[in-house]
């Protein structure tokens, strides 16, 4: 199985992605003491990760000198495993955000899927939250009629059973 991981403090905590609009493979990416992790995710995961945070920061939004500036991807990025599902909670102790990633294992693999906690604060879930916004905001356009991404090459919309091209 994968390697786990638990990052308490990390000092980067961000998401990004790799490769041409359309193309794009998306990442969810934490550092901490110089240990580097780099998970491989979907942008819906990446999506609903910051809609999720940007409504549980609600009114306790942070003080703007708190919020990360430093959202790009750290290289190398190199994917420890794929994340299969991702969840949220709060570490009232350390008065931390936790998100969890767990890894996408397929059935017939067996074992315990890998696992990584990263322990955020406000501005950190603040400034994924942001990020997180534009680069799904930079994709592809929808289509108006199906929501599906539009592609430069054309269209073919469910909607219209196929008979109409988008351009």
Known sequence: MSDSFDLEAPDHFTAGTVGPVGQRVF??????????????????????????????????????????????????VSPAWDIGSLGVGYDEEKNRIVVVANEAVEEEEGGEPASARF???????????????????SGRPPCPLCNLPLDSSGHVCPRTNGHVVHD
């Open 27 to 76: 990442y969810l990416q934490a550092r901490q003491r110089g240990r580097l992790v780099t998970l491989k995710c979907e942008k819906g995961q990446i999506k609903a990760l910051g809609e999720y945070l940007q409504r549980l920061l609600g009114p306790l939004q942070p003080a703007p000198d708190d919020i990360a500036s430093d959202v790009e991807l750290l290289e190398p």
């Open 119 to 137: 322990h955020i604060g406000r501005g950190q879930a603040a400034a994924f939250a942001k990020r997180a916004r534009e680069l799904v905001e």
